[in-house]
């Protein structure tokens, strides 16, 4: 009972955390451009990440986990810049159900690889994808300037399939090695493939007035990972389920902060997504 309730309360947490995390990166992504912002909060990210990197000891790898890290690097990287695009393009209600969609993601690749998925784990797979298209393809009733669903959605996709790329390869990661390690390599590859090169070129400009939002970004992309992991390892079905209500929460959130209103086609959408979700981590 209480192993439970700690998940319920970690899964609680990670998904007020994430949802607090895509309403800054909305917010920031739409200010100064999605690839400055996966620059930054890399970088920050990185500060952070490396002294608990080095207090937690340094691991040995064998060369199948320094590719797993490299690979869940570049997916996470990837997945972000996709993410923070169609925050530029998209409603954070139609967003971020999407992109929360990465552990079907996750379950479709674990077939693809030779693990058996049950018949309802597949029908629950294409609920998720009929909500996709239902949210993208509604009408909205207060479209905001430059708005374009189809092209968020499908950015948004695109996050949702590196994020599950990433997510399976941090699956096995994290039985062999610390947290801190398993976030190191996202991190190291916004820094050098991203950050490092736009600073090269002097094309690394934030305001002043952007810093605390992108702080809190990469605190949030952090301490939310944090937070599922102690919650996951008690019961990772009941985190994954409860942490899914990312999504209608930053929907709420986006409403009172942007004024965001969602049609009822994109409403309909958002909830089959979650319901899709939340019954896909009850069975898996």
């Known amino acids: 009972m209480v192993n439970r309730m700690l ?18 990166a909305a917010r920031a992504s739409r200010s100064i451009g999605a690839v400055q912002v996966v620059a930054v909060s890399s970088s920050i990210g990185l500060v952070i990440v490396v002294p608990w990197c080095l207090i937690s000891g340094i691991p040995t790898l064998d060369g199948g986990q320094l590719a797993l890290m490299v690979l869940a690097g570049i997916v996470n990287v990837l997945g972000f810049r996709c993410t923070y695009a169609a925050l530029r393009f998209g409603k954070v209600g139609l967003v971020a159900p999407i ?33 996709i298209v239902i949210a993208a393809r509604s009408q909205d009733p207060a479209p905001f300037d430059h708005e374009r669903p189809l092209k968020a959605a499908g950015l948004a996709t695109l996050g949702a399939i590196s994020f599950g790329i990433s997510l399976f390869a941090v699956g096995i990661l994290s039985a062999q090695v610390s947290l801190p390690w398993v976030l190191l390599p996202g991190r190291v590859v916004g820094v050098f493939a991203i950050a490092l090169p736009l600073l090269a070129m002097s094309r690394l400009s934030v305001p002043r007035s952007a810093w605390p939002i992108l702080v809190l970004l990469a605190c949030c992309d952090l301490a939310g990972i944090a937070a599922y992991s102690v919650g996951a390892q008690e019961n990772l079905a009941v985190t994954a389920v409860i942490s899914s209500q990312m999504a209608p ?36």
């Open 7 to 24: 998940s319920i309360v970690a899964g609680f947490i990670t998904a007020v955390i994430f949802a607090v995390g895509m309403i800054a």
């Open 249 to 284: 929460i930053a929907a709420v959130m986006a409403f009172f902060l942007f004024r965001e209103r969602m049609g009822r086609g994109q409403i309909t959408g958002l909830v089959v997504i979650v319901i899709g979700m939340s019954v896909l981590g009850v069975v898996q």
């Open 99 to 131: 992109v929360a969609a990465e552990g079907a993601v996750a379950a479709i690749i674990s077939a693809f690889l030779g693990q058996s998925i049950a018949p309802l784990v597949a029908f629950l797979l294409v609920v998720i994808t009929g909500g």
